[in-house]
């Protein structure tokens, strides 16, 4: 009698720690997950970008948004990008797929100029 108590505890021991393993398991595949996407906004004000240098991760979408009176555009010097001229409280967003410098500009107002650095 005391062998089938022994044999019964020891399968509940075995059964607990089968379940925490699987559990774990579970738990470490849901930390790799991806992290939610990361948006950031710039304001186009005053003949100016709002943020001039900009570190981020791939996947980040950067939205622009013209503040001021006059239309601008936001164009990538490499021609990754290039908005239509946004008149005020227009946006244009690009999501940055890949790893790299990007500079950009206003091409009606080229003095305007602007950088990402995705990581």
Known sequence: MNTLR?????????????TLTAMSGASAHAGQASPP???VAID???FRFGIVSLETAVGTTVTW???DDVPHTVTSSTKLFKSPALDTGEAFSYTF???GTV?????MHPRMTGKIVVK
């Open 6 to 18: 022994i044999r019964i505890h020891a399968l509940a021991i075995i059964a607990g720690i089968l």
């Open 37 to 39: 996407a990361k948006t």
């Open 44 to 46: 186009i004000d005053n």
């Open 65 to 67: 948004t013209n503040r």
């Open 97 to 99: 797929k890949e790893a």
């Open 103 to 107: 500079e950009y500009y206003c091409s």
